[in-house]
């Protein structure tokens, strides 16, 4: 297998990019987002719901997974999770209808766009999650600049004078972006943006979880562990549409796809050489399944190549599962160096760990957060930056008084973190740092706090923001796997 090529300035400048339009906003603006309780009043709305729900016998598991119970905010009746319903979402976001209708053309079998017996796959990820990722991402609708001033005049209408909105001139109102997009059916070409949300009816759901399920299945893609990422990203839809023509459920960009082009070819047999049930559905629907990695359209203006409806979602979920196993292997490469002859002081993460007393930790847990920070910085810049980290934890421990010593913690690897308002508006370096630092009473950076200090990068805090969300609100470990990016 060739080794891949994507530049690490190239998959930073995308991941970024749309963390900053997608996974910030939802985690930024939780009333919008919807899923983050954003006053001590819809705090005790939660913790009352929840109540509700455990009354009614659905803090069982098995009833929580199966069935489509949520103690969310929205889109529920009575504690369960709906579909929308067409006639409400309006034409304006009914416009994959004819998309759906020509997959249905080329599957006639119905094994993406029927409904299934989902019970059967509600261990590896339940429907519901997706439900929940897709009617939480982002907004419904794009709003004008006449409309977002309307709201905050309207707003103000019951607002106490404290939290009132400044009213601006219209012109320096902006209209929200675009991130969604269009495509024809089978097409290749460039998408049309466009600024609503797709109705996320049964059908829909149905089409991109059956899909997800299968190709996890096929290809071996924990679906549990991807959940957070793609709820970060594109919120499971098929048509999210980035800042830097990253299109699709996976956000594929030309770097990224140049890396599925280098890979491809060596695991295009999982799927044509398999006797699953998964990778022989996956085989029957036209066009899912390039012949070869030539087939494959990397270019911005051949973005719908990952778009369009049909053969996607089923196309770019596969390039995502051997965008996942190109990656992992590389991350895990960076992460087992020995040795690199640019550094004359080089030590292993394995010599550090064991140096601040680590070297029982559960290093699974941390190349498994190596590979979610992967996914945004390189493959080996990662394992680089949690050298670094560890080299400076080891030596502030020599530092710290005996009345308060400052070991490394297993604790300190969580992505637990969140800057605050002040934090997030320091200039990265040692005053961010030190701002860090000094709340906490001039405690040591974790990792989390050290990445966002030093290398300004957020990504994986709000990876781990996004799986939070979906435990609080779905039941922890249904959409996620055990303590992700935890220790």
Known sequence: MKTSSTSFWATTVF??????????????????????????????????????????????????????????????????LKFEDPEACGPERNYLESSL?????????????????????????PRKCALFIMRRFWKDRARTPQERLNE???????????????????????????LYSKCAPNSSGTPERYGHKACVTE???????????????????????????????SGLHLNAFGLVNDGGIGQFTKQALDDVVQNYDNFKGRITNSD?????????????????????????????????????????????????HATKRNSDNAYARKTDSKIDDFKSTETLLKEAGLSGIDQDKIREMMFVMAYNAGPARPSSILREWLKKRIEEAKLCPAARPCPVKAADFNMNYWPTKPQMQAKYGNARAKLISDSKNGAPLTLAEYIFAYKDNLYIAAVRAQARVLDQQLGEGTCTQPKFLEM
Request: net charge positive; hydrophobic share 30%.
């Open 152 to 178: 905050d005049i309207e707003f103000n209408r019951t607002a106490p004078p404290d939290k009132q909105r400044e009213i601006k001139d219209i012109s320096e109102y902006k209209p929200d972006p675009h």
């Open 276 to 324: 699953k049930a998964s990778c022989k559905r996956l085989r029957s629907i036209p066009g899912a399944v390039p012949k070869n990695s030539k087939d494959i359209m990397t270019a911005d203006a051949n973005r719908c190549h990952s778009i369009s409806v049909p053969p996607n979602p089923l196309r770019s979920l596969i390039y995502y599962g051997v965008f996942y």
């Open 15 to 80: 991941c970024c990019l749309t963390f900053l339009v997608f996974g910030w906003y939802s985690i930024e603006n939780p009333s919008v987002s919807r899923g983050i309780a954003s006053s001590p009043e819809e705090a005790v709305i939660n913790q009352f719901t929840t109540l509700q729900l455990r009354m009614r016998g659905f803090d069982d598991p098995v009833k929580s997974k199966d069935g489509m119970t949520c103690s969310c905010q929205f889109g529920t009746d009575n504690g369960v």
């Open 203 to 233: 059908p829909y759901v149905n089409l991109v979880y059956n899909s997800l399920i299968d190709v996890a299945d096929c290809l071996g893609v924990p679906a549990k562990f991807i959940a957070p990422k793609l709820s970060n990203e």
């Open 101 to 125: 209708k020509a997959m249905k053309t080329i599957d006639p079998q119905g094994y993406y766009t029927a409904g299934r017996d989902y019970s059967k796959t509600a261990e590896i990820l």
